[in-house]
């Protein structure tokens, strides 16, 4: 019988986007028998899930993932300190003051000399404005030392499984796959860097005299680079949606959702119920800018998915996200790294929520391609990605103990 041929897609999000996949992947791969995500058919990454599908690309597994970005404790092998992602960008505020005397000199003559206006005077100016404001160089380093290590390659082309990562061109605005034929001699983490640069951000990054961005400036997912080569199933996440603040309805599954998350991250039952954000214009400009930029990577990725499942309509394609109404994710800060153990694992219990919700459909699908949703493993209403704050070495397997119990209850029922 043929092996199912297993893809998967990951968009970007900024660190909150790789915080958010790295729990959900930890929930996906323990309650999924027979799903390896390092062993998947092709991985494609934009942004910030480039960084995640390079790692599972390179034989990292989902919880050492997790050990190396969310715990990243000094101890482990593939430590990542979260300040190789805040330093600032000195060489490119350096490169733009040296420009400062020449075009001060250029607007004062069109102004004075010339009888131009004061506002084009200003424009020129604007040029010594940095690109970015933040460099990825180190971030860059960080990745090569990771890809050293037995086993794993900085090459594209020595990797086992394809790997695809999408920058664009600044210059051009064409999506660049980098790791497809013609693009695999650029190292991994370097591509990594320039699908990551976010404008405004991070500088574009320079490869061979060209100039790359952010990846998701073109599309979301990108996933059709995947598609076209014949998969059974592609396994899609997405970090970002837009926030339903009003929606109206019956204190549904979503309500109920909100009080198990709670319940199990251990919150004060006061706390039980996610905050309610009746009006996003209540929260200023950050919580706007937050709400228009997910609706427009969202309206995109809506309709690349009808047009995946039009022009594919044999591969199973799932796509995993937070719920538009988890304020905890959508209040959390895109670019901080400093909650990233409390959002993981809301990530990953959120993802087991939905996976229990979702089940009766999600069975026949992973069937298909030779998978095992576990309900049992599901029921086990103790698993946690992360131990608890403050528990114990025998309150952690106290818990682990009633979990095991639970899944062989469920087993037996």
């Known amino acids: 019988m043929r092996q199912a041929r297993i893809g998967l897609a990951l968009a970007g999000g900024g660190p909150l986007g790789a915080i958010y996949e790295v729990g959900a992947l930890c929930a996906l791969e323990e309650a999924v028998n027979g799903l390896d995500f390092t062993a998947c058919d092709g991985y494609i990454g934009v942004s910030a899930g480039g960084f995640i599908a390079a790692g599972l690309a390179n034989g990292m597994t989902p919880r050492q993932l997790c050990a190396a970005f969310i715990e990243n404790s000094a101890a482990a092998p593939d430590h990542f300190d979260p300040a190789e992602l805040l330093q600032p960008a000195w060489h490119e505020f350096g490169e733009r003051l040296r420009l400062l005397p020449r075009l001060l000199a250029d607007a004062a003559r069109e102004v004075l000399l010339e009888g131009r206006s004061t506002l084009g005077a200003v424009e020129r100016l604007g040029r010594v404005l940095p690109t970015g404001l933040l460099s990825s160089e180190r971030f860059g380093d960080a990745l090569q030392r990771v890809f050293a290590e037995p086993g794993r390659t900085n090459d594209f082309r020595q990797l086992s499984r394809r790997l695809v990562l999408v920058a664009t061109d600044l210059d051009t605005g064409e999506a660049i796959p980098f790791g497809s034929k013609g693009w695999d001699h650029v190292p991994i983490a370097q591509a990594v860097q320039a699908s990551a640069a976010l404008p405004g951000l991070f500088p574009p990054v320079e490869i061979a005299g060209r100039h790359y961005v952010d990846g998701a400036l073109k599309k979301t997912l990108h996933a059709s680079v995947l598609l076209d080569r014949g998969l059974d199933l592609l396994i899609c996440l997405n970090p970002l949606v837009p926030f339903e603040s009003d929606r109206r309805g019956p ?14 991250l251990g919150r004060p039952a006061q706390r039980a119920l996610q905050p309610r954000i009746h009006r996003l214009v209540d929260g200023g400009l950050p919580l706007v800018l937050a709400q228009t930029f997910r609706s427009l990577i969202h309206s995109r990725l809506e309709l690349g998915m009808k047009g995946y499942e039009l022009t594919h309509p044999q591969t199973d394609i799932l796509l995993f996200e937070p719920d538009p109404r988890d304020a905890e994710i959508f209040l959390a800060n895109t670019f901080s790294y400093g909650q990233r153990r409390r959002l993981a694992e809301h990530a990953y219990q959120a993802t087991r929520e939905l996976l229990r919700e ?27 990605l992360l131990p608890a704050p403050g528990e114990t070495r025998m309150e952690q397997a106290l818990r682990s103990l009633r979990g095991s119990l639970s899944v062989l ?3 037996a029922g």
């Open 251 to 264: 204190r549904d599954a979503r309500s109920r959702r909100a009080k198990k998350l709670a319940h199990k």
């Open 358 to 384: 979702r089940a009766a459909t999600l069975k026949p699908q992973f069937a298909r391609a030779g998978l095992m949703l576990r309900e049992d493993v599901l029921a086990n209403r103790e698993a946690r």
């Open 409 to 411: 209850e469920a087993r």
